[in-house]
């Protein structure tokens, strides 16, 4: 698996965003957050993942955008070990839900935490 994100594998449709939030599961790993939904998709791509920071917490764009890029880099690097294994194709959505400024080490363990609680979860069910 590569070390990359491409366009294909950004959530960007907001009828399917729409229905993560009203359909789907979620799990946490403060501060972080995970909104997931099983679904097809037509191009091919087993996930399709999205980012999201509060405005309420975070009201210069300058600190939304700098978690938003921590947490895609630390999904990006580590998304093999992750995913690895998965058949069926899911939906993210990744919530920054903490009121501090993280470091890219902080994300990068509780977003280990949040996918083996994910994979908890679907291994359960």
Request: a positive charge; hydrophobic letters at 35%.
């Amino acid at each position: 698996m590569k070390f990359t994100l491409n366009k294909k594998e950004k959530l960007k449709s907001r009828k399917l965003i729409d229905k993560m939030f009203s359909e789907g599961q979620s799990v946490s790993a403060f501060p972080l957050r995970l909104v997931f939904l099983q679904t097809t998709f037509n191009n091919g791509v087993t996930t399709k993942t999205g980012v999201s920071v509060s405005k309420r917490n975070f009201k210069t764009a300058v600190d939304r955008n700098r978690i938003k890029r921590l947490l895609r880099e630390s999904f990006r690097l580590n998304k093999s070990k992750y995913l690895n294994n998965m058949a069926t194709p899911y939906a993210f959505m990744i919530l920054y839900i903490g009121k501090d400024k993280p470091t890219l080490t902080q994300v990068e363990t509780r977003m280990k935490l949040l996918f083996e609680k994910f994979s908890n979860k679907i291994s359960k069910t």
